[in-house]
């Protein structure tokens, strides 16, 4: 057993078998498994949800073929693939409950990690190997290059340029499925299924759409060049699956308290440890290219259409983090538990949920929507997940347009008031342009759109509606009355001297029960 300076077991297989019995790890012969499964992005998320669900699939005789490979495209991935070689790629799972039950296990379901900025022909290989069934994803809102206004692929981002014109040499995740694909095409070989594991929107429509116009780009680009790129698009429509999928199980950042309990509590090296709370759920489309895993067997619901669950989910989850991530970084607190832990929060979360969220969702058999509701505050809640405000807030521009300004364009469109989404969208302007809170302590701004989130939201003292002319994110909202009423009322409080984010939730509160009050009548 290898140990490291303090004479902790190092996680790796050979430290298996001499783990204390109140931490699970794999019973299957690793040696005997296959990457079925290739994933570009291994990130928290992805080792608490798609990893775990393949785990616990691996314990069943006969699906040894549904191991996983991991690929890491960016630079910053590097620490995390020297971890991962150095155990054996495997990592612990701490599962933590609302009632402060842990469950601690050990991941086995990954075999294996190439990094791609060391060897790109390594993972190309890789992803055209007939053992590669399925390339799933979990990119971020940004991999996949959506411009947000238009809903089109962004041929103007560099690194989608550079893929179009040197197609053996790719930076993206795309650049990559696309060589990848080329060389089954030539090979005559069955495609691979594309799954998107990413919290958006009908995710294997949009990785599609994506797809097919960034290998038209290139068949169009390399037509008199390379002939066997010709193509290549219509094959792909032709020949691979993109099955939509909803995800959920929140999983914050790993912190040293993380990686000082596994070495605390089991005497244990692991340098990447991963926490999630207790629940998860997997919804998936049965509509694969060359085989699927049984996950249904392990808890995921394979369905024909997962249209309704996906919408339910991003606009009740991902937008209620939102509102909190927001709200609650600008009164002060630092996570979500914290924030819903207060009355005044909770209380506009669930006002938002069931006056401007409920009513525009469809009907689920076997789903009560109250009980999802109270569900989600209760998972926010948990005090044994620290999911930080931070997190919740990086990306904003990638996550608000599909989490809650379609929502607001819906109300719009309905008739119907948002207020309580309006104040999280000027709030937002103003954590973009002040970047403190209300105690005057700084905010971080982790996002790809960051220089103009600020440029258009300082603007704002001298124009209420300077920050919804970014019509990239906000589309044509500042030409919408009805939405620019509320979000000048919203930005004028927020602004004014003295200003208090619950004093203003309050009365947006009070107004919104009299305007429903009044639609009732």
């Known amino acids: 057993m290898t140990t490291d300076s303090l004479n902790q077991a190092i996680l790796n297989q050979a430290s298996l078998t001499g783990l204390p ?119 971020t809102e940004g991999g996949y290059n959506v411009h947000p206004s238009t809903g089109e692929l962004d041929v103007t981002n560099p690194d989608i340029t550079h893929d179009i014109a040197h197609p053996n040499d790719p930076i993206t995740a795309f650049g990559y499925i696309a060589a990848a694909l ?22 294997g429509n949009v990785t599609r759409k994506m797809l097919l116009t960034f290998t038209a780009q290139q068949d169009a680009f390399h037509q008199d060049t390379i002939h066997n ?27 040293k308290a993380d ?91 669930r006002a938002f949920m069931d006056l401007e969220v409920t009513p ?36 904003s521009s990638a996550k608000l347009p599909k989490f809650l300004i379609a929502t607001i364009n819906e109300n719009l469109a309905a008739n119907r008031d948002c207020s309580l989404a309006a104040l999280v969208i000027a709030t937002w302007c103003l954590y973009s342009d002040k970047q403190v809170n209300q105690a005057q302590q700084p905010l971080t701004i982790q996002d790809a759109m960051q220089t103009e989130l600020t440029q258009y939201a300082q603007n704002t003292q001298t124009d209420s509606l300077a920050f919804l002319k970014l019509n990239s994110l906000f589309g044509d909202l500042m030409n919408k009355p009805a939405f620019t009423e509320l979000y000048s009322d919203a930005i004028n409080a927020l602004y004014a001297p003295a200003s208090n984010i619950k004093n203003i939730m309050g009365n947006i509160l009070i107004q919104k029960r009299l305007t429903v009050t009044e639609e009732a009548k």
């Open 360 to 395: 525009l969702l469809d009907q689920l058999d076997g789903i009560d929507l109250n009980q999802y509701k109270n569900t989600l505050i209760e998972r926010f809640a948990n005090p044994n997940i620290k999911d930080s405000l931070s997190r919740i807030c990086s990306e």
């Open 21 to 139: 019995n109140n931490i699970e790890f794999p019973s299957y012969d690793r040696s005997q498994l296959k990457a079925g499964i290739v994933h570009i992005g291994v990130g928290g998320f992805h080792r608490a949800h798609q990893a775990v669900y393949c785990d616990e699939l691996l314990k069943t005789p006969g699906s040894e073929q549904w191991a996983i490979c991991g690929i890491g495209l960016l630079e910053n991935n590097r620490g995390l693939r020297d971890i991962l070689v150095k155990q054996d790629y495997l990592y612990s799972l701490v599962v933590r409950h609302p009632n402060g039950q842990i469950d601690n296990k050990v991941i086995g379901s990954m075999i294996d990690f190439i990094f791609a900025p060391d060897n790109k022909q390594a993972v190309i290989d890789k992803l055209a190997h007939i053992d590669t069934k399925i390339v799933s994803l979990t990119i």
């Open 259 to 349: 990686i000082d309990y596994v070495a605390k509590n089991f005497e244990l090296s692991d340098e990447w440890p991963i926490t999630c709370e207790a629940f998860s759920q997997w919804v998936i489309e049965d509509n694969f290219s060359n085989g699927r895993p049984n996950w249904d067997k392990v808890g995921a619901q394979l369905v024909a259409d997962v249209t309704p669950f996906e919408k339910m989910k991003i606009r009740l989850l991902n937008a209620g983090h939102s509102v909190l991530g927001l709200l609650g970084s600008i009164h002060g607190y630092a996570t979500i538990d914290e924030t819903v832990s207060d009355k005044d929060f909770a209380e506009y979360l």
């Open 182 to 203: 080329r060389v089954r095409k030539a090979k005559g070989m069955k495609a691979f299924t594309i799954q998107s594991c990413d919290n958006i929107q009908h995710n």
């Open 229 to 255: 790129n010709s193509g290549l698009s219509h094959w792909i429509a032709q020949n691979v699956q993109f099955p939509n999928a909803m995800v959920d199980r929140i999983t914050p950042v790993t912190t």
